[in-house]
């Protein structure tokens, strides 16, 4: 019997110790707390207002019908509404449609005040968006356990909602580093300079693993990139920004080769060794890397995987320049160089496969012939015009369907009169 006693005791101590928990974090918060108390009779009104502020809530307000209690929720901000279900000119069912309609339930937790022969408008109300509901008459324990609960749900969604928002703005900021990451356009100085180059980078997501760049290399030489991580996000981005660190430093190595195409391939392999270190997600990169001799037209280039750029000419066919296997996947691969001789008024465009696989509402990819024919399209444009065309034509085929990769379009022109 003692045994059972001690039990009974303990259970006690337990339950007035969550009490006095509860108490303290309602006092603790309540200070800071609004609830709007909606009822038509004005004694239950008065009522559950005494309570609350006797559980520590600061600020009480009090409609008498569900227009009042509409019009006070669209002026103010409210943390808890507490809805009688019975009411002229609005009930609790109308005012919950209205504010279900206004979008304004998932920042708002709504308790319905109903008498216990009601119970079947309780659960038409919680259909409707309602949180939960307290009985008539007015129960101080039920009242501080349903107070409680309902305002630590309040705070955990409003600390995750601040957590999101915290997180857009900062992808936000890094998505405008990533695209800062992209060189201004590149026009043709004089004749010792005739190359013009335009670029774009739309990332699917707020940063992507799309990388675009172009620069000067060495005397009479310029270096112009595209390549394409595996994943998307931003472990992608985190990988995309490793490797293009990793190409800056690397072209130095380009000056130290004897010739062109040792050059090229000293970088692509310099690269391919960086990205396999450290790579616990086994990402991996698709890239083309190529560097024109912007005296004589040759273009000197190393494809690792990546989608076949196009070389553009009057008369002819858009022609595909082909490579092997990406960077990232093994140290040992041997990448091996090509060369191509531009004409005046020839062009390259360099492209990621967010534009190829654009998917339409029929889920049918854009596809490499498209492309093509969309390049034969505008045989004389320099390579701004080439760059706005392929994505106007890559939205147009979309027709709204959402971007689902990132997309990247670099064109570059040797002597192209712009």
Known sequence: MSEIRERSAGASERRAASEEQRRQAIARIGGNVSVLVVDDHPDNRDLLRRRLERLGIARVEMAVDGVEAVDMIRADSFDLVFLDVMMPNMNGYEVLERLRDENRLADLPVVMISALTEMDSV????????????????????????????????????????????????LEAARSSQL??????????????PVGIRALLEPARQVGGDLIDFFALGAGHCCFLLGDVSGKGPAAALFMARAWGTLRSAAPLWAERSDDESGVVAMMEAVNTRMCEANPSFEFLTLFLGVLDVATGRVVFANAGHPPPYRIRHGEAPLPLVG??????????????????????????????????AMNT????????????????????????????????VAEFAAGEEQSDDIAILALGWKVVE
């Open 180 to 193: 800062g990451m992209v060189p201004p356009a590149m026009d043709p100085r004089d004749g010792e300079w």
């Open 123 to 170: 659960v038409r109300c919680i259909d409707l968006g309602a949180e939960d509901y307290l009985a008539k008459p007015f129960n101080p324990t039920l009242l501080r356990a349903r107070l409680y609960a309902l305002l630590e749900k309040k705070r955990l969604r409003d600390a995750v909602r601040e957590n999101l928002r915290r997180l857009e703005s900062d």
């Open 362 to 393: 029929a889920k049918e990819f854009y596809g490499d012939d498209k492309l093509a024919d969309v390049l034969a399209e505008v045989p004389d444009a320099d390579p701004e015009t080439l760059v706005a065309h392929v994505r106007r034509s």
């Open 324 to 357: 092997g296997m990406p960077v990232g996947i093994d140290d040992r691969v041997r990448h091996l160089s090509g060369t191509i001789d531009l004409a005046p008024g020839d062009r390259i465009v360099v492209y990621s496969d967010g534009v190829t696989e």
